[in-house]
């Protein structure tokens, strides 16, 4: 069986981190699936989604982390061509990609204790953003 579920979204953009363990959670829980896998995309080029421990310290070392490697005040030939200012938001996002699949134990997600699902928007500005679920298993 597989269900299609979606996550809608306020983003604010400039690396900002958003906890959607608890919709995933509820999503998987509402899907009727008992084992399986969700896959959890992100219809964008300049948003991610990972897992972390989602807590003040470890989300900023994240920010900072992506400061370092890819400088929001870099030289990027995409600003060029485009005038957008957001060619570091294309590198972030490419660097953890668009989805995750998270294994489906008798209803619930197996993530570990201290592990949290979590949106990424790299992008200069707020959107609105829809998270795509699919859900399979039996």
Known sequence: MVNTKYIQLQARG?????????????????????DGTVT????S?????????FES???QDLTRLFEEMVSSTGDYA?????????GHSHLRASLLGPSIT????ER?????????VIFIDFDVRARSRRIVLQIMGD
């Not at 608890?22 to 899907?31: D, F, G, K, P, W």
């Not at 080029?45 to 421990?53: C, D, H, L, N, P």
């Not at 619930?108 to 949290?116: A, E, I, K, S």
Request: charged share 10%; hydrophobic share 35%; aromatic share 6%.
């Open 40 to 43: 959890i995309f992100c219809p």
């Open 102 to 105: 998270i294994p489906i134990i």
């Open 14 to 34: 400039n690396t900002d981190i958003l906890d959607i363990s608890s919709q995933v959670t509820a999503a998987v829980r509402e899907s009727g699936i008992n």
């Open 57 to 59: 310290g470890c989300l």
């Open 108 to 116: 619930q997600l197996c993530l570990g204790t201290w592990q949290q």
């Open 45 to 53: 080029s300049t948003s991610s989604v990972t897992t972390i421990e």
């Open 78 to 86: 995409h600003n060029y061509r485009w005038g957008d200012g957001n």
